[in-house]
């Protein structure tokens, strides 16, 4: 099993930056991929970025790339999503997510993923 404990979502002024983090324990020698996903209400669950094991291979959404950058400490179990010059379109729940699939052309797709995590609240005010 893998479990993902995400933070650092909260309040930030439009410009302004968070920092995500999801720690993963279990089986974390397993997991090819990291990524996030975020679902603003009413809204479907969307790709943001993910990030392969060796951290050599990273994708984004359009619609952040620029903005977001996500990275890995593995020796600490730990994805980064970095946001910075936040939009209100940004507010949203982002959710951290683990396959335990090598790195391919759906790696930005949701049911690639085999394991979430409970999502933190970013919030973006104008």
């Known amino acids: 099993q893998v479990q993902l404990v995400e933070s650092g979502g909260g309040l930030v002024q439009a410009g302004g930056s968070l920092r995500l983090s999801c720690a993963n324990s279990?089986?974390?020698?397993?997991?090819?991929?990291m990524g996030w996903f975020r679902q603003a209400p009413g809204k479907e669950r969307e790709f943001v970025a993910f990030?392969?094991?060796?951290?050599?291979?990273?994708g984004y959404a359009d619609s952040v790339k620029g903005r977001f950058t996500i990275s890995k400490d593995n020796a600490k179990n730990t994805v980064y999503l970095q946001m910075n010059s936040l939009k209100p379109e940004d507010t949203a729940v982002y959710y951290c997510?683990?396959?335990?699939?090598?790195?391919?052309?759906?790696?930005?797709?949701?049911?690639?993923?085999?394991?979430w995590g409970q999502g933190t609240q970013v919030t973006v005010s104008s």
């Open positions: 997510a683990a396959s335990m699939k090598p790195v391919g052309s759906n790696s930005r797709g949701p049911e690639r993923y085999d394991y």
């Open positions: 279990g089986r974390t020698f397993s997991t090819y991929v």
């Open positions: 990030i392969n094991r060796m951290s050599s291979i990273t």
